[in-house]
Nanobody, 125 residues
Framework: VQLQASGGGLVQAGGSLGLSCAGSGRTFKSYGMGWFRQAPGKEREFVAAISWSGGTTYYSDSVKGRFTISRDNAKNTVYLQMNSLKPEDTAVYYC???????????????????WGQGTQVTVSS
């Protein structure tokens, strides 16, 4: 089982980036998926999560209204569209899969079973 995150980079404040996370090795269509981030010297924090069907989404207060999580189960891929980026969004972003069939997606990192390698997002002021 492998999750491959991509799409990170350097962007100016106010700009946009789109992240993708493609799964391989098994299908994740029955599982919730999430995005987390970790800045230097800080703990990993929740960003967004989406249910297996895509019908339910959750966001942290810090990104609500600016970020959008979505998924394409046919492609075994989850996305994170990030708009109106701020310097405080700078972090390594990780995608994750919660292996609980049709379960509600969690905001707790320890409830996720598979993790991608992370992709760096840097927002300059």
């Amino acid at each position: 089982v492998q999750l491959q995150a991509s799409g990170g980079g350097l962007v100016q404040a106010g700009g946009s980036l789109g992240l993708s996370c493609a799964g391989s090795g098994r299908t994740f269509k029955s599982y919730g998926m999430g995005w987390f981030r970790q800045a230097p010297g800080k703990e990993r924090e929740f960003v967004a999560a989406i249910s297996w069907s895509g019908g339910t989404t959750y966001y942290s207060d810090s990104v609500k209204g600016r970020f959008t999580i979505s998924r394409d189960n046919a492609k075994n891929t989850v996305y994170l569209q990030m708009n109106s980026l701020k310097p405080e969004d700078t972090a390594v972003y990780y995608c994750a899969v919660q292996q609980r069939i049709f379960g509600a997606p969690s905001m707790r990192p320890y409830e996720y079973d598979y993790w991608g390698q992370g992709t760096q997002v840097t927002v300059s002021s």
